[in-house]
T-cell receptor, first 119, second 111 residues
Framework: GAVVSQHPSRVICKSGTSVKIECRSLDFQATTMFWYRQFPKQSLMLMATSNEGSKATYEQGVEKDKFLINHASLTLSTLTVTSAHPEDSSFYIC???????????????FGAGTRLSVL | GNSVTQMEGPVTLSEEAFLTINCTYTATGYPSLFWYVQYPGEGLQLLLK?????DKGSNKGFEATYRKETTSFHLEKGSVQVSDSAVYFCALTSNDYKLSFGAGTTVTVRA
């Protein structure tokens, strides 16, 4: 069964609105989760590291105020795309690292992704 | 920093053909290497992995060997099926668990 649940799978919104994407770790607690962005026919680019109990760590070039990340609990991280514009349209994917004691070390488990379309 | 260079696609094959997707990497230290697969309409799934030099990862008939001397992790399958049609990503991670991905290779297998 799924280890990571990501919701919604698809969202269409108007320009200027905000969209929240949820990522849940179903099988184990996760102090760290990752958010990636995938453009059509391109690879995944790491956006940020979500840290439970502290601020997210953003990769170079990613706007913190545009992409708000909240690691609300040990099983939930949310990514909010604020004031979305058409250029924010993309496929957003979260991942959870495997835990040493429970699953193989260094493996990441991915959500099914969220396709965001901003009109 | 870490980077992954992956053979560009798309690749189109006939069923039962031999598949190779080249992957080379640049990394500090001793990274773990992965192949992930993304089937149409689905999220990424781990296909196989190798965590140290000369390790061979294998799954579903696919294999890849961690070659430190050539910094490579080429993916191979001896006889592909239509169900192998997907996008394949080579990736690596160091101790911080951050994954660096290759550009992805789209493979289409025709019956």
């Amino acid at each position: 069964g799924a280890v990571v649940s990501q919701h919604p799978s698809r969202v269409i919104c108007k320009s200027g609105t905000s969209v929240k994407i949820e990522c849940r770790s179903l099988d184990f607690q996760a102090t760290t989760m990752f958010w990636y962005r995938q453009f059509p026919k391109q690879s995944l680019m790491l956006m940020a590291t979500s840290n439970e109990g502290s601020k997210a760590t953003y990769e170079q070039g990613v706007e913190k105020d545009k992409f708000l990340i909240n690691h609300a609990s040990l099983t939930l991280s949310t990514l909010t795309v604020t004031s979305a514009h058409p250029e924010d349209s993309s496929f957003y994917i979260c991942s959870v690292p495997g835990q040493r004691a429970v699953l193989a070390k260094n493996i990441q488990y991915f959500g099914a992704g969220t396709r965001l379309s901003v009109l | 920093g870490n980077s992954v260079t992956q053979m560009e696609g798309p690749v189109t094959l006939s069923e039962e053909a031999f598949l190779t997707i080249n992957c080379t990497y640049t990394a500090t230290g001793y990274p773990s290497l992965f192949w992930y697969v993304q089937y149409p309409g689905e999220g990424l799934q781990l296909l196989l992995k190798a965590t140290k030099a000369d390790d061979k990862g294998s799954n579903k008939g696919f294999e890849a060997t961690y070659r430190k001397e050539t910094t490579s992790f080429h993916l191979e399958k001896g006889s592909v099926q239509v169900s192998d049609s997907a996008v394949y990503f080579c990736a690596l991670t160091s101790n911080d668990y951050k994954l660096s991905f290759g550009a992805g290779t789209t493979v289409t297998v025709r019956a």
